[in-house]
């Protein structure tokens, strides 16, 4: 018998939350539903139940107050009379307060549902204000930052007061959608960010303004200027931010920028020294700090000499010189202002020297096969010719070329390729300058930089039809890539998306033949990853593994929006579409060579970036890079020398166990010693920094046929399957993990 006493929906909140600790969900469902029917007052009964339940248990995906919330929304469909029309004001008010109270309880699944049920947004602002102070001088920063949302106060707000915290609490989205939409804020985060990046900014300055929050070690690892830099970039793109409004990143961008110029330069030497010199003083331009950065790099990447001379053209204070320059100043010729060695356009024939031919992959067609289009009529010529379609006499006559017959057959095929300006120092510009298409005996290079031509009706519907066109296999490398510079471009492809068909991305081709030919062997390419190695790699890797030579990287980093171009921009530029046909071609006539598969279109879109297996192996594969490196130098009657295992080599002896079998490794081997161990094999592991003589002593202790050399370029699994094999071991599933991995 219940106690009129007790306020109603007592006994139904007794009774759902006895169903609630049986686990019986279902009997929860069905109670509440039948319950709020038996309410007089459903709203206040609501509001009681709510105040009654248990919060939500760490680990819990829900509680009984969000069940028993989520039953009244279904309950209500049917029952629409349970609203607040027709109450008095005060009675509203109230139940608004109440309602209101219910979101300080970290609760984040109310929000949504108390806001519709009891129109929170109707109340006082002044009161809604308050409410979300209090949560946040309760700790409860994402609630606050959602409630506030939710009734769009931002700008009523401090953004430090709710987007720091969540800042370092990792919420950066939420802090992201918290100012989206709102201007001042979007800029105030921005500069928030970037104010942290300053060489004066302190931790200790933080926790002074926030003395409610303890950072532990991981939050203030992330109030990093490298970690923040990057945010600040993105979200500088991502809101359309005024680089100049965030001068600490975009000089710690530039100072970062300085070093990658300087190693590409004078240790990798894969930059020519115009390209260099273009990149150098964009990069330093107005900012004498980091000209003088520049030329403490230059003492230490090039010599006094060219550090004497950039310090003279950037005129740099004696003061702020390192030692020797200011002397070897002294030292250098009169020159005119602003002139220095290096500087002076060097000899650009469009034929490279025959050291150049000899070593790297060149274009087979002649420099007049090479077309610069920058107006309609050039336009013109190139979409019959790569679209196959009927040709202008007027363009004919005008530019003077043979019949189209004499230049593709029909259903052709176009290696296409696109240029743009690296964005050193600053927010990318993903605009594209120049736009590759080569077909057989040509290539065109399409010119984006003037926008009175680039943005003409004609060349906006050239691409669009180009790109949509089944007919037209359109071969590419890293296409992915290209096409969202492509799509930047044009805001017409805003409003109308670009169709893209009949694409043949050979970077997936690439990964394929990769995948396949690992560890194979036959008359096909090297076993070497994509992007791998110290030489070559991407498309200048495939072309050498397909056509013998590699390709000849020194003006990838052009600037591309330069005109007119030099010759060595122009060869390359055609170089990189045209060796794509080629590629196509061979791998076409003979794909088992390559271990292909008969159709290169089967071959499916790699998905490297959006699989967690391929991501581990891709950083597997880095961390072997260094392995291999060492390996080289491993003397050749070390244990682990890097030949591979002989064809005929056969098993030895009678079949053992696992546990029978005792192994050395020598610290090249260190993946497959804990990889042998994970299937019960005996394993002594030579650490690091023991000398690869140890093995080799090692060596002369066995007997014949109990040493193997492996390859170590080979993943620890492969390796550990020729040892089974090399030693007849008879693996069994009572071995996995029967040893201890230590």
Not at 3 to 8: A, W
Not at 374 to 380: A, K, N, Q, S, W
Not at 710 to 739: E, G, K, M
């Amino acid at each position: 018998m219940s106690n009129s006493s007790q306020p109603e929906g007592a006994d139904l909140l007794l009774c759902l939350h006895e169903l609630w600790t049986k686990r019986e969900l279902a009997e929860v469902r069905v109670e509440a539903r039948r319950g709020f029917s038996d309410l007089q007052d459903p709203l206040g009964g609501l509001l009681f139940l709510l105040e009654g339940c248990p919060g939500t248990l760490k680990g819990k995906a829900t509680s009984l107050g969000h069940c028993v919330l989520m039953e009244f929304l279904r309950w209500r469909e049917s029952n629409p009379q349970a609203s607040l029309e027709g109450e008095p004001s005060e009675r509203v008010r109230n139940l608004q307060i109440r309602a209101l109270s219910l979101l300080s309880e970290a609760q984040p699944s109310y929000i949504e549902p108390l806001l519709d049920i009891y129109q929170l947004h109707s109340l006082d602002q002044d009161l809604l204000l308050g409410h979300v102070g209090k949560l946040l001088n309760s700790g409860i920063y994402k609630e606050a930052a959602l409630l506030s949302m939710k009734l769009k106060l931002q700008s009523e707000l401090d953004m430090e007061q709710i987007c720091v915290p969540l800042i370092l609490q990792d919420k950066m989205p939420l802090a992201e959608s918290y100012v989206k939409g709102h201007s001042h804020l979007e800029e105030g985060l921005v500069k928030l960010l970037d104010a942290w990046c300053s060489p004066n900014f302190s931790v200790v300055q933080l926790q002074r303004k926030f003395p409610g929050l303890s950072l532990s070690q991981h939050q203030t690892e992330r109030i990093h200027p490298k970690m923040l830099s990057k945010q600040v970039f993105r979200l500088m793109e991502h809101f359309n931010i005024d680089p100049a409004l965030c001068p600490n990143s975009v000089t710690k961008r530039k100072l970062d920028s300085l070093k990658f110029l300087m190693y590409k330069r004078f240790v990798e030497k894969g930059m020519s020294e115009e390209n260099w010199s273009d990149h150098i003083q964009a990069t330093v331009a107005g900012s004498p700090e980091l000209q003088v950065y520049l030329v403490e790099l230059l003492v230490r990447y090039s010599g006094l000499h060219s550090a004497a001379q950039w310090s003279m053209h950037y005129r740099v204070p004696r003061e702020r010189l390192p030692m020797g320059v200011w002397d070897t100043q002294q030292n250098l010729p009169p020159s005119k202002p602003g002139e220095f060695e290096g500087h002076a356009p060097s000899a650009d024939p469009w034929e490279p020297p025959p050291a150049h031919q000899q070593q790297y992959y060149q274009l087979p067609i002649a420099k007049d096969k090479v077309h610069f289009l920058h107006t309609l009529e050039g336009l013109e010529l190139c979409r019959q010719v790569v679209l196959q379609s009927d040709w202008s006499m007027t363009v004919l006559s005008l530019l003077s070329h043979p019949p189209p017959h004499e230049r593709t057959q029909p259903g052709s095929r176009v290696g296409v390729d696109m240029e743009w300006l690296a964005g050193f120092g600053a927010v990318p510009r993903q605009r594209v300058a120049l736009i590759q298409l080569a077909v057989r005996e040509e290539v065109f290079l399409i010119d984006l930089r003037e926008t009175t031509f680039s943005e003409h009706e004609h060349t906006v519907k050239f691409i669009r039809t180009f790109f949509s066109d089944p007919k037209v296999l359109k071969l590419g490398y890293g296409m992915s890539g290209d096409l969202k510079s492509l799509l930047a471009t044009w805001p017409q492809f805003t409003d109308e998306p670009l169709k893209v068909d009949g694409v043949l991305d050979l970077l997936n081709v690439h990964q394929q033949m990769q995948r396949n030919c690992r560890g194979g062997g036959g008359r096909g390419p090297r076993s070497v990853e994509v992007g791998e190695g110290s030489a070559e790699k991407g498309l200048s890797l495939l072309v050498q593994q397909v056509l013998g030579k590699p390709l000849d990287k020194m003006e990838q980093l052009s600037n591309w929006e330069r005109r007119p171009l030099r010759n060595s921009q122009l060869r390359y530029a055609a170089i990189d579409a045209y060796c794509l046909l080629e590629v196509y071609l061979t791998l076409s006539q003979d794909p088992t060579r390559f271990h292909l598969p008969v159709d290169l279109h089967s071959i499916p879109s790699s998905q490297a970036g959006n699989n967690k297996e391929e991501k581990k192996s891709k950083k597997n594969r880095e961390k072997e890079k260094g392995k291999q490196a060492r390996c080289r130098r491993v003397p050749s009657d070390a244990l682990s020398q890097k030949s591979h295992v002989q064809p005929g080599a056969t098993s030895q002896g009678v079949a053992m166990k696992p546990q029978q079998l005792h192994v050395v490794c020598d610290n090249m081997l260190q993946g497959l010693g804990r990889y042998l161990r994970s299937l019960g094999v005996d394993v002594l592991l030579l650490e690091n920094n023991d000398d690869h003589k140890v093995a080799a002593q090692l060596k002369s202790q066995v007997g014949e046929g109990r040493c193997l050399a492996l390859d170590c370029s080979q993943r620890a699994r492969d390796q550990a399957v020729q040892v089974l094999q090399h030693f007849n071991v008879q693996l069994t599933p009572d071995d996995i993990f029967s040893r201890c991995q230590v």
